[in-house]
């Protein structure tokens, strides 16, 4: 009876141990590189409007977490807490991909003209109304 108690002991230990190590690994797991990753998919505004709008969970499956290049037309360029904001935007649609800028980009946004066409990177995050994209990059 001792001997079972003793390894149902050391299986719960090492059950918690496993599930500790598991646990710091994904929380310490580093961010995607955006600049040096390869876009996943290469899309227009439009069309990932359109996929996210007709259907939503396949699109999720297609977009969410990868690391997306989309072209577009600007929108509008606005700045929160320091870190820049460009919004794409098809021609008659009201929802639009909104791009969270890499605080290293602020400079190229400086550039920028509302109406102008350009390819932005970055990781998807999914479709509140508009898409989402994150540490954005601007692609030349």
Do not use: C, M, Q, S
């Given at each position: 009876m001792k001997r079972i108690i003793n390894i149902a002991?050391?299986?719960v230990v090492a059950g918690v141990l496993i599930t500790l190590f598991i646990f710091v690994r994904l929380y310490n797991k580093p961010h995607t590189d955006v600049h040096s990753s390869r876009p996943i998919h290469q899309v227009t505004g439009k069309s990932i409007v359109d996929e996210f709008k007709n259907n939503e969970d396949?699109?999720?499956?297609?977009?969410?977490?990868?690391?997306?290049?989309?072209?577009?037309t600007v929108k509008n360029?606005?700045?929160?807490?320091g870190n820049g904001i460009i919004t794409l935007?098809?021609?008659g649609y009201m929802e639009s991909i909104i791009c969270n800028m890499e605080p290293t980009e602020n400079r190229k946004m400086l550039s920028l003209k509302k109406g102008q066409k350009i390819k932005i990177k970055g990781i998807c995050t999914g479709f509140l109304m508009d898409v989402i994209l994150i540490r954005g990059i601007i692609v030349k």
């Open positions: 002991g050391i299986v396949k699109a999720n499956d297609t977009y969410l977490d990868k690391v997306v290049e989309v072209e577009g360029i606005d700045t929160a807490n935007g098809p021609d």
